[in-house]
C-alpha cells in the first residue's frame, strides 16, 4: 500500500492536541484591523478547537500527524 499524502494546506492551518482534538486558527486577523475593536482583536488571538462536526475530515486530511 503506497502512503497516503497530506494535504499541505490542512497542514498548515490544524495542529493536532495531545487529546487528538485539532486547534486552529482564528480567521480576520489579516488585514483592515482597524475598524476591529482592541478586545475582538484580542479574542482573535487565541487558538480555538476545530468543531466536532469538522475532526473526520481534518483527520483524514492529515493521517500522519
Given at each position: 500500500?503506497?502512503?497516503?499524502?497530506?494535504?499541505?494546506g490542512a497542514a498548515k492551518?490544524?495542529?493536532?492536541?495531545?487529546?487528538?482534538?485539532f486547534k486552529r486558527i482564528?480567521?480576520?486577523?489579516?488585514?483592515?484591523?482597524?475598524?476591529?475593536?482592541?478586545?475582538?482583536?484580542?479574542?482573535?488571538?487565541?487558538?480555538?478547537?476545530?468543531?466536532?462536526?469538522?475532526?473526520?475530515?481534518?483527520?483524514?486530511?492529515?493521517?500522519?500527524?
Amino acid at each position: 500500500m503506497p502512503k497516503i499524502k497530506t494535504n499541505r494546506g490542512a497542514a498548515k492551518r490544524f495542529a493536532r492536541t495531545a487529546s487528538g482534538a485539532f486547534k486552529r486558527i482564528a480567521s480576520h486577523r489579516r488585514h483592515i484591523l482597524t475598524k476591529k475593536s482592541t478586545k475582538r482583536k484580542r479574542h482573535l488571538r487565541a487558538a480555538h478547537m476545530l468543531h466536532k462536526a469538522d475532526v473526520r475530515a481534518a483527520r483524514r486530511m492529515i493521517p500522519y500527524c
